[in-house]
């Protein structure tokens, strides 16, 4: 019988998280809303049925700039799942010069690794703390040598009863001696000890030993020699003795490194991977970029787009569901969500080849940016444009104000260089908001002043000129 889902993230609290950040584009949110909502859904599906149920991969088409893959990327944030970006044009059919890609689902997996390893360390910070505190108290208190006492069996040799009486006698002593001093030495420790926690000891220098890692040694050649080349190197580490070095630093440095130190030996490596390579293969997310650049026009694969095509065919098995081997063992890609992105201004979705074509069922088009819309880029997402130079302004003890009126002359004129030149959407804030912010950037060290108003005028005063002059603003914005 099906469990119902307790998960509080519904499609529409989906799109609502993503409306923090990013502006418009509904049908593409709702688009990846379901998506991620299916991928829920599945979890609570009996495992007979879950193994067939496979993600539906998206594909969207849109101009650079209008927030295709900050609404992947948020998505994953979001359903914190292990996700990679890659450009379709880093890759190259197999037996050209390029990347192969399988290095894809081995980024997925490392960066799964790097998510669970991160979890893992948070996780055993208070017994590696203890362990390093006994390592620091360690070096800066060295255990007492123990003194060993004479065998019974050789005082055989020292012939009489009165002889074994004398060292009886210096045994109880020398005993009761080191009991006084091992408690002298405990409470020492123990002084030292809440000194170290107080943070009194931060500044005193110290010498410890530490691990001395050995320098990984790469190995190039064939597809697949990048894993045989890690596993070499592991192997080479575990034959060879751990190297330690000794280093003064302060206290306080000494126990940052001796705690990640010893929440490293804490971790369990097997069952760390396993749990990483779970996560990448059911909630992995696989966002590729220009996957337009990939493409033929007009279907023909003569000459130099040979490769192009070839690309795509070798896409095709790692899309529909393969076994991909990494470093940390097989990793399936049947039900990782794939999220292909591109512009398909000179070539067409139906362009793709067939079989790639049927593996991304869902196609949203993103719209382009409206003058409305960079405005509200500019004032309305958590950590705006507009809310990243204020904070970088008050530092200098300046407060930085932007009216509305010139929010929107800013908008309307990155709207008219985008229609009249190449459409790089949101993009060309950045550069419009430099040019605008130089002068104030440059000077607002030196001035005295409590507030700079950015008005309209001085908006037109500044930008303007650069927009109309058709020579300028193609180096400029």
């Known amino acids: 019988m099906t469990s119902k889902i307790t998960s509080p993230l519904t499609p529409a609290k989906i799109i609502e998280h993503l409306n923090r950040y990013i502006i418009g584009q509904d049908k593409a949110k709702r688009a990846v809303a379901i998506a991620l909502r299916n991928r829920i859904r599945r979890r609570a599906l009996p495992p007979e049925i879950a193994h067939e149920v496979m993600p539906k991969n998206i594909l969207m088409v849109g101009p650079t700039g209008v927030g295709k893959t900050e609404i992947a990327r948020r998505l994953a944030t979001l359903s914190n799942a292990p996700f990679v970006k890659v450009e379709a044009t880093k890759f190259t059919e197999i037996g050209y010069v390029g990347r192969d890609v399988e290095n894809i689902i081995r980024d997925l997996a490392e960066f799964a690794v790097s998510m669970v390893r991160k979890r893992l360390i948070e996780e055993v910070q208070t017994p590696a703390r203890e362990r390093a505190e006994e390592r620091l108290l360690d070096a800066l208190l060295p255990r007492p040598e123990k003194k060993f006492s004479m065998p019974d069996f050789m005082r055989a040799f020292t012939g009489g009863k009165d002889s074994d009486s004398d060292l009886d006698s210096d045994d109880a002593k020398s005993e009761q001696e080191s009991k006084i001093q091992t408690e002298e030495n405990k409470k020492t420790r123990e002084k030292f000890r809440k000194m170290l926690r107080d943070g009194k000891l931060d500044n005193r220098d110290v010498e410890i030993e530490v691990n001395d890692n050995m320098t990984a040694l790469p190995i190039f050649g064939s597809p697949g020699m990048d894993v045989m080349g890690i596993n070499i190197t592991e192997m080479i580490g575990g034959i060879m003795p751990k190297k330690t070095k000794k280093r003064h630093m302060k206290i306080k440095e000494a126990m940052r490194l001796l705690q990640q130190e010893e929440a490293e030996k804490l971790i369990d490596t097997d ?197 109309e002059n058709r020579d300028i603003r193609r180096y400029l914005l």
Do not use: C
Not at 324 to 350: C, E, M, N, W
Not at 435 to 444: R, T
């Open 271 to 467: 069952a760390m991977a396993k749990e990483a390579l779970d996560m990448a293969q059911e909630d992995g997310i696989v966002f590729l970029d220009e996957i337009d650049k990939v493409v033929v026009k007009g279907g023909s694969s003569h000459g130099p787009d040979v490769s192009r095509e070839g690309v795509q065919r070798d896409l095709l098995p790692i899309v529909e569901g393969s076994v991909v081997q990494t470093r940390y063992g097989p990793v399936k890609t049947d039900h990782i969500l794939f999220i292909a992105a591109g512009a398909f201004s000179g070539v067409k979705p139906s362009d793709l080849i067939p079989e790639l074509q049927g593996r991304f069922p869902i196609r949203v088009e993103l719209e382009p940016l409206s003058w409305e819309n960079l405005q509200q880029i500019l004032t309305e997402p958590e950590n705006s444009l507009i809310r990243q130079y204020e904070a970088l302004i008050s530092t200098e003890g300046t407060e930085l104000v932007f009216t509305k009126e010139a929010t929107e002359e800013i908008a309307k004129l990155a709207h008219k260089m985008n229609s009249e030149m190449e459409d790089i959407g949101a993009r060309r804030l950045h550069t419009m908001m430099e040019q605008l912010l130089e002068e104030i950037s440059f000077s607002v060290s030196d001035m005295d002043v409590e507030k700079i108003e950015i008005t309209p005028e001085m908006v037109k005063e500044k930008l303007s000129r650069l927009v």
